[in-house]
């Protein structure tokens, strides 16, 4: 499967971004999809997993709370839409998917995409 991050910018702290992730080339719901993101010399984190109906959602505590994890199968589209951003926040995005179960390690992911740049200014 192919996966294409976009919605990425430059936002204000406080203010909300909505990452999006669109996805060709497989059938999109047998999929468990994910948000990971990497700063510059610096392991991938998990940011949020949801399950292929959507009905299972995970989040790291650090955007529990503020950061929301949909799908919408019929477009073979992921979102992650953050609110309440941190400076803390910014870094690369990236979006993955995984034919396995939901997974907070990237390891359990077998497909990603090209990142995307989230910049907060404090």
Do not use: H
């Amino acid at each position: 499967v192919q996966l294409q991050a976009s919605g990425g910018g430059l936002v204000e702290a406080g203010g909300s971004l909505r990452l999006s992730c669109a996805a060709s080339g497989r059938t999109f719901s047998n999929y468990v999809m994910g948000w990971f993101r990497q700063a510059p010399g610096k392991e991938r984190e998990f940011v949020a997993t949801i399950s292929w109906s959507g009905d299972s959602r995970y989040y790291a505590e650090l955007v529990k709370g503020r950061f929301t994890i949909s799908r919408e199968n019929a477009k073979n589209t992921v979102y992650l839409q953050m609110n309440s951003l941190k400076p803390e926040d910014t870094t690369v995005y990236y979006c993955a998917a995984s034919r396995g179960y939901t997974s907070s390690y990237s390891r359990q992911y077998n497909y990603w995409g090209q990142g995307t740049l989230v910049t907060v200014s404090s």
